[in-house]
């Protein structure tokens, strides 16, 4: 493994390009618009730690946190921009697990880009660079079984479900069911 092997060095978030005309960067102060639209979305902030209700403060502080995760060798968060040069949405490398032999990825699109190919774009391209270039040997996703626009993103991206995980996660107040997803590396 390259970068994921300097120990104590911050993580390099580089930028992606992605199919579609789609592109992933590190995270700037200026997409608090976007962590704003995302923070009105009913499920995002459930899921991440997108702030809901949304203050400038807690914007900033989110996009603090995306750096500080990099800084902290948890993993790679990008910005998933259009290509109009919008962000629309966000994808995540973590590193939890790596020890272990795998990483998941996580990823949201705001709802006025949804349907246009964001998350599929995102989350192959990461998946291919965290499979190639940082030869990690198997990636996972978690997403609820109702979620079938996520559903259709692993699976397009290449994932293959592997089974219910029964109260996995705690989603609001309650505890919910995931399917779990993963991709396997065969360059490894």
Do not use: C, H
């Not at 790596?98 to 192959?124: C, E, F, H, I, M």
Request: aromatic content about 10%; proline content about 7%.
């Amino acid at each position: 493994m390259d970068r994921v092997d300097r120990m104590g060095q911050p993580l390099d978030v580089p930028e992606l390009a992605a199919a579609g005309g789609f592109t992933l960067r590190p995270w700037r102060l200026s997409d608090l618009p976007l962590v704003r639209e995302a923070s009105r979305d009913p499920y995002i902030p459930l899921i991440t730690t997108v702030p809901s209700p949304w203050s400038e403060r807690a914007g900033v502080a989110f996009v603090e946190r995306q750096w500080g995760r990099a800084t902290a060798r948890a993993g790679y968060p990008f910005v998933v921009v259009g290509p109009g040069g919008r962000p629309v949405g966000s994808v995540g490398l973590w590193l939890r697990n790596l020890d272990q032999g795998r990483a998941s990825l996580g990823y949201w699109v705001v709802a006025s880009a949804r349907g246009k190919g964001a998350a599929v774009a995102a989350t192959g391209a990461v998946a291919d660079w965290a499979l190639r270039e940082l030869r990690i040997p198997r990636l996972e996703l978690w997403m609820e079984p109702w979620n079938t626009a996520s559903v259709r993103t692993a699976e397009r991206a290449g994932f293959q479900r592997e089974g219910l995980l029964r109260g996995w996660q705690r989603i609001g107040e309650k505890r919910r069911d995931v399917f779990m997803y993963a991709l396997l590396n065969d360059w490894a």
